[in-house]
């Protein structure tokens, strides 16, 4: 339970749903994962010969019209069709049925999703239309759909949820800080049930323009994108961008049981914290990130000793990674190079704000198939990186607790603390 609350009831995950890099679908995403598989590919979406990165992992063989018409689509961001079918994947896994849901029901069922970017793809994508004199083809919501808060009420309408609909944005940790929001407003009564998650598509030549300015791209392996993203290896160069969908569905416990919803895991422990220290760069001490996984172990009652897996925030970067290394050593103690570990942007990039979503998606899979996922292109470690990271091959083992952890621009950082929920 979350401890520091007054009132606590007990939160589980009853559903879920992916539309990732490496697949659609939860047993795609999972599959995929398992096996290792990389959703990194040469951007075809765009033109980017006169890029220096030319790499992306993006979404592959997405039925855009089931999601909404072309009319409608004219009208929304890319993350809205994407978020669009992982909820409706949560909401069919939990066995949830909104448009048999009275008025009473809806106001019980809220909205939370993080994300990074939102609408600002498609606000640069209407901007060109006006700068190049084609309003014609501008979308009459361009200002609505390109805020951020236009992506949950998205949501909210296409099921009919009446209960609070909200946006964190808080970069690389949106999700993470999403799910542990809508994971209190159950524990403390405010909601029934919450769909929650995280959603970006932040590959657009304006956005991929921006991060090489800051030259926090890869553009070493655009001729083998599938080996391009390497946390923790010697030889890494830098972020991938990614995007997708990682959505799911909360509910409180007794809630849960009496209606026979199968249950994946219990979200129990929650930290924050912030550096304090740069618009983009970690302090090198990796004190605040390892406090905020000390936060969410005190959250759920539990030691470094009964963690059995990480899921890395593992972003590729010569500094984040090494960094993210010595705040693990801090958080864990003795135990962090007994835990395994593993980062899930080997696989699928960065997808921005989506990312703690992404990386649940990850811990969730080790829970239930029994199998921790690798990080792929580990194939020289960096000796400053010197931790369990599960390299190239995933590996058999009984995971029980999960630690996800996730860092942003910004110096913010998030931990969450999932448990696997046995003998009810």
């Known amino acids: 339970m979350l401890r520091h609350f007054k009132q606590p009831r007990r939160v589980v995950i009853t559903g879920i749903g992916c539309v990732t890099p490496i697949g659609i679908g939860r047993e795609a995403f999972w599959s995929g994962l398992v096996h290792g598989r990389s959703g990194v590919r040469t951007i075809e979406s765009f033109d980017v010969s006169n890029s220096p990165v030319k790499i992306a992992a993006q979404v592959q063989n997405f039925d855009w019209e089931a999601q909404l018409s072309p009319k409608d689509r004219k009208h929304v961001a890319r993350t809205v069709p994407l978020a669009l079918a992982a909820a409706r994947e949560a909401v069919a896994d939990a066995n949830l049925k909104p448009d048999e849901f009275s008025l009473e029901q809806r106001r019980a069922v809220g909205v939370v999703l993080g994300t990074g970017g939102g609408g600002l793809a498609f606000t640069e994508q209407q901007y060109s239309y006006w700068f190049n004199g084609s309003t014609t083809k501008a979308s009459v919501y361009t200002i609505p759909a390109s805020t ?84 923790f290896s010697l030889n890494r ?142 194939d020289e470690p960096d000796p400053e990186c010197d931790l369990d990271y599960v390299a190239n091959e995933g590996r058999t083992a009984d995971v029980q607790i999960a630690l996800c952890n996730c860092i942003g621009f910004g110096s913010k950082n998030s931990a969450l603390l999932v448990e696997k929920v046995n003998n009810l």
């Open 148 to 231: 951020h808060g236009g992506l949950s009420s998205e949501l909210s309408m296409a099921f009919g949820l009446r209960g609070l609909s909200h946006i964190v944005s808080t970069g690389c940790t949106s999700s993470t800080d999403a799910i542990a929001y809508a994971a209190q407003h159950i524990a403390l009564g405010r909601q029934e049930l919450m769909l929650t998650g995280g959603v970006d598509a932040p590959i657009a030549p304006g956005i991929l323009a921006g991060f090489n300015l800051m030259t926090v791209l890869t553009n070493d392996w655009n001729d083998e994108p599938e080996r391009a993203s390497r946390p």
């Open 237 to 378: 160069s830098g972020i991938v961008l990614g995007e997708g969908a990682w959505i799911y569905v909360l509910e409180e416990l007794d809630h849960a049981q009496e209606r026979g919803a199968k249950i994946y895991a219990e979200v129990t422990g929650y930290g924050a914290t912030c550096d304090a220290y740069h618009r983009v760069r970690l302090a090198e001490s990796g004190d605040e990130p390892a406090r905020a996984m000390k936060l969410a172990l005190a959250d759920a009652g539990r030691t470094p000793e009964e963690v059995n897996y990480v899921n890395l925030h593992g972003t590729s970067t010569v500094l984040n990674d090494r960094i993210e290394t010595t705040a693990l050593k801090l958080a864990l103690n003795g135990r962090a190079a007994k835990t395994p570990m593993s980062a899930t942007k080997s696989q699928i990039g960065h997808p921005q704000g989506a990312s703690g979503a992404a990386g649940l998606g990850a811990a969730l899979c080790a829970m239930h198939t029994g199998i921790i996922p690798p990080t792929i292109n580990l």
